[in-house]
C-alpha cells in the first residue's frame, strides 16, 4: 500500500451546448468539449517514500484531471408559458 496526497487542480474548459427544443417546451441537449489542467503538472505526492511503478504511474496519468468533456441533459420546463418570451 503507498501512502499519496491529491492535490487540488485548476482547470480551464472550454465547452459547446446544442439544445434540441421540443413542442412541449422541453429540451435535450448536448455538450462536448476539452478541458486541460491550468494548475502544476503533477497532481499527486507519494508520502511514504515508495516507488510507483510503472503499471501505477499510467494509471495515474488516466486518471489525472482534463480532457475531454461530453454531457447530455433533459431539461423539463415547468412554467412553459414562460418559455415562449
Given at each position: 500500500?503507498?501512502?499519496?496526497?491529491?492535490h487540488?487542480?485548476?482547470?480551464?474548459?472550454?465547452?459547446?451546448?446544442?439544445?434540441?427544443?421540443?413542442?412541449?417546451?422541453?429540451?435535450?441537449?448536448?455538450?462536448?468539449g476539452?478541458?486541460?489542467?491550468?494548475?502544476?503538472?503533477?497532481?499527486?505526492?507519494?508520502?511514504?517514500?515508495?516507488?510507483?511503478?510503472?503499471?501505477?504511474?499510467?494509471?495515474?496519468?488516466?486518471?489525472?484531471?482534463?480532457g475531454?468533456?461530453?454531457?447530455?441533459?433533459y431539461?423539463?420546463?415547468?412554467?412553459?408559458?414562460?418559455?415562449?418570451?
Amino acid at each position: 500500500m503507498v501512502l499519496m496526497d491529491l492535490h487540488r487542480q485548476g482547470l480551464f474548459s472550454f465547452t459547446a451546448i446544442k439544445e434540441f427544443t421540443f413542442k412541449n417546451s422541453d429540451a435535450f441537449n448536448l455538450e462536448f468539449g476539452f478541458s486541460a489542467n491550468a494548475s502544476g503538472a503533477t497532481f499527486y505526492t507519494v508520502k511514504d517514500g515508495s516507488a510507483l511503478d510503472p503499471t501505477s504511474v499510467q494509471v495515474l496519468r488516466l486518471l489525472r484531471p482534463g480532457g475531454i468533456v461530453f454531457g447530455i441533459s433533459y431539461l423539463f420546463r415547468l412554467n412553459k408559458s414562460a418559455a415562449g418570451e
